[in-house]
């Protein structure tokens, strides 16, 4: 699914990462040691080197909208002018049926809100919001960079669960980055830690 081949970003020095279709893998490190720097490469937000390989399709010239992935992490990016309903119309560049949207806003458990201004819901809608924004588009890949790390406990345990059950219903790959033991051992099948740009599986 994830074929990495000698990336050479910021502190990343010809890393090499591969990921099975429908894997989660969580990358675990500290501070500038190189996790969201790989998540950015992969979703064409940094100039790299070497090759990113996705769903047998080489990458490295789409722009981040045209690679079959989406990014997630603390920063919502919700409009907030606009209703939950607007808020996905925009996410894929084109018509999304009303029909569409309440299917996958029913899944998550928010269908209920799509009329919704982002500040006339809680801060876990919001991820949830932000999650169905992400899959709206139908993505291969899904990039999470610690996105539930500002929610409280139970919300947060929450969002696990969601995960967890839409990697199954939507057939997702996953790449989490996260400093939470108890979320790596919960999604992710294996865990890599990265230490000054190198890769070293855990599990």
Not at 28 to 37: A, I, N, P, R
Not at 180 to 183: A, L
């Given at each position: 699914m994830?074929?990495i081949?000698?990336?050479?970003?910021?502190?990343?020095?010809?890393?090499?990462?591969?990921?099975?279709?429908?894997?989660?893998?969580?990358i675990?490190?500290?501070?500038?040691?190189?996790?969201?720097?790989l998540?950015?490469?992969?979703a064409?937000?940094?100039?790299?080197?070497?090759?990113?390989?996705?769903?047998?399709?080489?990458?490295?010239?789409?722009?981040?909208?045209?690679?079959?992935?989406?990014?997630?992490?603390?920063?919502?990016?919700?409009?907030?002018?606009k209703?939950?309903?607007?808020?996905?119309?925009?996410?894929?560049?084109?018509?999304?049926?009303?029909?569409?949207?309440?299917?996958?806003l029913?899944q998550?458990?928010?269908?209920?809100?799509?009329?919704?201004?982002?500040?006339?819901?809680?801060?876990?809608?919001?991820?949830?919001?932000a999650?169905?924004?992400?899959?709206?588009?139908?993505p291969k890949?899904l990039?999470?960079?610690?996105?539930?790390s500002?929610?409280?406990?139970?919300?947060?345990?929450?969002?696990?669960?969601?995960?967890?059950?839409i990697?199954?219903?939507?057939?997702?790959?996953?790449?989490?980055?996260?400093h939470?033991?108890?979320?790596a051992?919960?999604?992710?099948?294996?865990?890599?830690s990265?230490?000054?740009?190198?890769?070293k599986?855990?599990?």
């Open positions: 994830l074929n081949q000698d990336l050479t970003v910021g502190i990343l020095n010809r890393l090499n990462l591969h990921i099975q279709p429908n894997e989660c893998v969580a675990l490190g500290k501070s500038g040691s190189g996790k969201t720097t998540l950015n490469a992969i064409g937000y940094l100039e790299y080197q070497g090759n990113i390989i996705l769903a047998g399709q080489n990458i490295n010239r789409l722009p981040p909208w045209q690679r079959q992935c989406r990014y997630l992490n603390q920063r919502l990016y919700l409009f907030p002018h209703t939950v309903n607007e808020n996905l119309a925009l996410a894929q560049g084109k018509h999304i049926s009303l029909t569409e949207q309440i299917d996958l029913q998550l458990g928010i269908e209920h809100l799509i009329d919704r201004y982002p500040h006339q819901i809680s801060g876990g809608e919001q991820q949830r919001v999650l169905a924004r992400v899959l709206i588009s139908h890949l990039l999470l960079d610690e996105p539930f500002s929610l409280d406990w139970d919300t947060r345990t929450q969002m696990w669960q969601i995960i967890k059950q990697k199954t219903q939507f057939s997702l790959t996953i790449l989490m980055v996260t939470e033991p108890k979320e051992d919960y999604l992710a099948e294996r865990a890599i990265i230490h000054h740009g190198t890769l599986e855990t599990l």
